[in-house]
């Protein structure tokens, strides 16, 4: 198999473990007659970056749903930091500091943006809230420094500070996006796994989410990975440490992004016969090619 | 024992015919009746009517009742109601259907009457002419039974099957856009399939009439036993749930060759054998962790991609949470200030017998919380909050009356149980679905119903179980005062509770399941806590009902009595403490209203305003109430836009617009989510 050394991922599960924040090994889900994945794996490095890509229906959402236990493989084991996390839920996982966000978001229509924040922080550090406040008044007014903090730092991060106190249905899909990163992020995931996170924002919008990613990765001292599913092949190759190529379920490339960008499999199987798309360097992620733009006519 | 099966095979080929109705109409509409039975009546009704009082011949009366307009009620009934639910939730579906069964026997009984009809006739001529199969008696009506059954699973299989027709439905099952984007009207197909429900309805309540009377009540009831086949099918499956109401029949006829004829008890346990089937299935369902998966197995990708996302949870608008958040303190609080200011005023404005209607009317009100708990903030549809209120009241009194405890202990012990009931009941069901909740609730509330609310201790030869009022509280004033003070204290639990983490986490289980469990936060624990906090003040609610009476007849806690209940509060609000409140005064004040003042005939038309007030949830998910609060707010702005509106929100969402562009949103897509 295949091992990308220098970057965020390697190719098989195992290796050194303690820097590997997830992984896959042998992931393989059937519906039916139908494999949507097919001995999948790959290991998620600490602090690093890992771009999913693959044109519809590679099992790029499958492969996400299996690694944040909304689906359980048919065959394969998942890790979490260490531990085998495949039978484990969902919530499991979710307390044990894996965070996700949704293709179509998953909000909350009744809560306003920061309640979404304020219940995600609250979720993981002090669960037992939910519980107890139900019985306590006071509670309502009980927050604690550190809770003000991180709410209100991801709110400014974010550019959602002057939207905190509006309930998440009267806002656009663009700025509800945004909304679901910060319910990620107020979790204090140490992997948060994005689908589609740049879906709905335009040029200037993709930029500034790509620096964020960027920074609250390269920022964080719990050594936060990322994995980023997203059609904007652009930007995940210029965003990521690693790339994982999937099609038909199947795992077909795996490497640095300019190995990647170079891997005869993955020029015939997704790019096509055209040039792959032009190098950007970090700085220049997603400022030099239209969000969402095809980099092969399968594609489009 | 032939004699046996081919008894049963009647009474299971009922079922038979229903739980196909109930199938066709779940596989092609997403929307499980709960008015089968109810239509079932109005059509035996109706056929009664033709032929028995009007004396039209069978042929006549049964073509225009079973072949006219029975199909034609389903043509109407899609046109008025049903195809306005298509993108609605299954409990919107479910709470619009439990409407039209508290709706449509009361119109029945405005039109035809209300006298009572034991003996109805059956489509076979009197008198019955008897054959002999293997030396057994068989009787016409019963070889109308068998033949409609095998017409109808025969007929039914090679339609849907082999048939243009039966293709074109099964491609509206699948994905009724696509249906319609292939050139195939799904409207048509709807009405084919409503018309083709509503006459297997028609042909069941015909059928059944002469076994189980002309009883409104019975109709509903064997229905709901259908439901036991038609949980067992998975809500899809034809032949099993054909198959299963069949065996079901036969079960029932053989126990009764092996329990004591004369038993109290036999009589029971054979009611009973439809819920301990819906027990057993569930259990199955629990045990191998499946789920009904309701939406997700009715319509294709591009159907649920058009459904609106904020119109798909029952009972929460995103419109009603975007116009409650834009105000400020008056326009929030005005109303329900405005409300409990009347409510205490009440008692000292009315005299005598209208005293000791307003404390159980407010006990009602405590009761009507519960469902604004459950339903309203947590979402999900429990049916037999009336059983935990009956749980709650006999509770009292046993503690009460047997162990001499204070009254109000005894009240809250009665939550206690209650609470413990809900907890089981919701640890059950709910990881198994929104709608199969539904159907265990109501199969939990028939059951105790059946098999402890008519134990001869509670029952007491009709007389029920009496209790006194505490002695700080015993004139009609001092406890409605108390029933007053409750529902405040309830009230103000449930408006902290929904700002509290616990409100917040479970607002996040009700709007969104996968991303409540992926933020750590388990959706079963929540929707159990809700439904057991429920369970809870619904028992104290019955606890104080049954205190304010000053005597428990079991019966009144009857379940379909408890849905009358909730159409009535879903009718005024089901998220607002308020509405409770009303409701509460308005189910007990008006029907003593109309028969003190008015003609006896109105008092039957209230279940119809309370049936149809449900149905209109379809529309009005937030109730009249929040509806003409919404207008009169509305007319409000017009007259003085300061006056109601949060001007911290205007800003809010004007920022929201233009951070849109400041963050980078697409152009496109910036279309909000309402």
């Known amino acids: 198999m295949a091992t990308a050394t220098d970057g965020g991922v390697s190719g098989a599960a195992g290796g050194a473990t303690d820097s590997v ?16 994945l097919s001995d999948v794996s790959l290991d998620v490095r600490r602090g690093s970056i890992v771009g999913l890509v693959g044109p519809n229906g590679a099992g790029k959402s499958t492969l996400l749903a299996v690694l944040s236990g909304l689906l359980s493989p048919t065959e394969g084991t998942v890790r979490l930091l260490g531990d085998d996390v495949t039978a484990t839920s969902a919530r499991h996982r979710a307390t044990r500091g894996l965070a996700r966000t949704f293709q179509q978001p998953e909000l909350f229509m009744g809560l306003t943006v920061r309640e ?120 995940v190759l210029a965003l990521s440490d690693s790339v994982v190529v999937l099609d038909f379920g199947e795992r077909i490339a795996v490497g640095t992004p300019e190995e990647v960008r170079r891997n005869p499999a993955v020029r015939a199987a997704y790019l096509g016969d055209a040039e792959p798309p032009t190098r950007m360097t970090k700085e220049k992620a997603a400022g030099t090619t239209a969000p969402g733009a095809p980099v092969g006519g399968d594609e489009a | 024992m032939l004699q046996f099966v081919i008894a049963g095979l009647v009474l299971g080929g009922i079922y038979a015919i229903a739980s196909a109705g109930l199938v066709i109409t779940y596989t092609s509409s997403g929307i499980l009746n709960f008015a089968f039975g109810a239509m079932a009546f109005v059509i035996a009704r109706l056929y009664y009517y033709l032929h028995t009082q009007q004396t039209w011949s069978i042929p006549a009366a049964a073509a225009v009742s079973i072949l006219i307009a029975a199909p034609a009620l389903g043509v109407i009934l899609y046109a008025i109601l049903f195809r306005h639910l298509r993108l609605s939730s299954p409990l919107t579906k479910v709470v619009a259907t439990i409407g039209l069964s508290v709706a449509l026997p ?29 030396s057994v008696p068989v009787t016409l009506d019963q070889v109308i039974v068998y033949i409609s059954v095998l017409v109808i699973v025969v007929a039914g299989a090679l339609v849907l099957k082999f048939s243009d027709v039966g293709l074109k439905v099964r491609a509206m099952v699948d994905s009724t856009a696509m249906t319609d984007l292939s050139g195939t009207n799904p409207t048509a197909i709807s009405i084919g399939v409503w018309a083709v429900s509503t006459f297997l309805a028609g042909l069941t309540g015909v059928l059944a009439a002469p076994i189980i009377g002309l009883d409104a009540i019975n109709f509903t009831l064997l229905v709901a036993a259908s439901f036991a086949a038609v949980i067992a099918a998975k809500l899809r499956s034809l032949p099993i749930a054909v198959g299963v109401g069949l065996l079901m029949g036969v079960a029932t006829s053989l126990i009764q060759r092996y329990l004591p004829p004369a038993s109290a008890w036999t009589s029971e346990v054979i009611d009973a054998v439809p819920f301990i089937v819906i027990a057993v299935v569930l259990l199955y369902n629990l045990v191998r962790g499946g789920r009904v998966g309701e939406t997700e ?19 929460a608008s995103t419109s009603t949470v975007v116009d409650t958040a834009s105000l400020n303190f008056f326009g929030r609080y005005a109303g329900p ?35 604004t708990l459950v339903t309203g903030e947590g979402g999900m549809l429990w049916l037999c909050q009336v059983t935990f209120a009956g749980v709650g009241a006999l509770t009292t009194a046993e503690f009460v009356n047997h162990l001499g405890w204070p009254v109000l202990a005894g009240v809250v012990v009665g939550g206690v149980v209650a609470m ?34 008519t134990l001869p201790t509670f029952v007491n030869q009709g007389l029920g179980v009496t209790l006194n009022r505490p002695g700080f509280a015993s004139s009609d004033v001092s406890f409605a005062y108390l029933c007053l003070a409750a529902f405040v204290v309830v009230s103000l639990f449930i408006v902290n509770l929904r700002r ?6 479970l607002n996040a289980a009700r709007w969104s399941e996968a991303g409540a469990r992926t933020s750590g936060i388990s959706v079963v624990q929540m929707k159990v806590l ?33 849905i009358v209940w909730f159409a009535s509060l879903v009718t005024i609000g089901i998220r607002s403490t308020a509405a409770a409140l009303v409701a509460g005064l308005a189910f007990v004040m008006l029907p003593a209203l109309c028969q003190a003042y008015l003609p006896t005939w109105t008092a039957n038309v209230l279940p119809v305003i309370f049936g149809m007030g449900a149905i209109s949830a379809a529309k009005y998910p937030d109730g009249i109430l929040a509806e003409q609060s919404r207008r009169l707010r509305q007319l409000l702005r017009r007259v003085a836009p300061d006056s109601l509106a949060d001007d911290h929100f205007a800003e809010e969402i004007e920022a929201g617009v233009t951070e849109t562009e400041a963050v980078g949103v697409a152009p496109g897509v910036a279309g909000g989510t309402t």
């Open chain 2, 297 to 315: 197995g009715w319509g294709g990708a591009l159907d649920r991609a058009i459904m609106p996302q904020g119109e798909s949870k029952l009972a």
């Open chain 2, 420 to 453: 413990g009931l809900g907890a089981l009941i919701g640890f059950l069901s709910i990881r198994l679905g929104d709608l199969y909740v539904a159907l265990v609730t109501l199969t939990f509330g028939l059951l105790i119903e059946n098999l402890v609310f």
């Open chain 1, 21 to 36: 924040a997830l992984s896959a090994d042998g992931v393989t889900v059937r519906f039916g007659g139908l494999t949507a």
């Open chain 1, 116 to 235: 979404h924040l304020v219940l995600a922080y609250r979720a993981r550090v002090s669960p037992h809230r939910m519980w107890r406040d139900m019985l306590d008044p006071r509670a309502l007014f009980r927050t604690s420094t550190g809770e003000t903090d991180k709410v209100d730092g991801l709110l400014d991060l974010l550019h959602l500070t002057h939207v905190a106190k509006a309930p998440v249905a009267a806002l656009p899909l663009g700025v509800i996006r945004l909304v679901e990163v910060g319910r990620a992020l107020a979790s204090e995931p140490r992997v948060l796994l994005l689908d589609e996170p740049l879906s709905g924002l335009d040029l200037h919008g993709s930029e500034n989410l790509v620096t964020v990613f960027r920074e609250i990765v390269e920022q964080s001292d719990d050594g936060l990975s990322l994995v980023i599913v997203e059609h904007d092949v652009a930007a």
């Open chain 2, 106 to 134: 009361s119109l029945a009984t405005l039109i035809f009457g209300s006298a009572a009809i034991q003996q109805a006739p059956g489509l076979a001529p009197e008198p019955v002419k008897v054959f002999h199969f293997l």
């Open chain 2, 500 to 505: 509290s983490t616990t409100g917040l986490a």
């Open chain 2, 530 to 562: 809700a439904g057991a906090t429920a369970a809870f003040i619904a028992g104290v609610g019955g606890g104080l009902l049954a205190v304010s009476q000053s005597t428990i007849v079991p019966s009144e806690f009857a379940t379909f009595a408890g």
């Open chain 2, 337 to 371: 200030l405005a409300l409990v200011a009347i409510a205490v005023a009440l008692p000292l404005v009315v005299g005598g017998f209208w005293v000791g209607l307003t404390s159980q009317a407010f006990a009602f009100a405590v009761i009507f919380l519960s469902w």
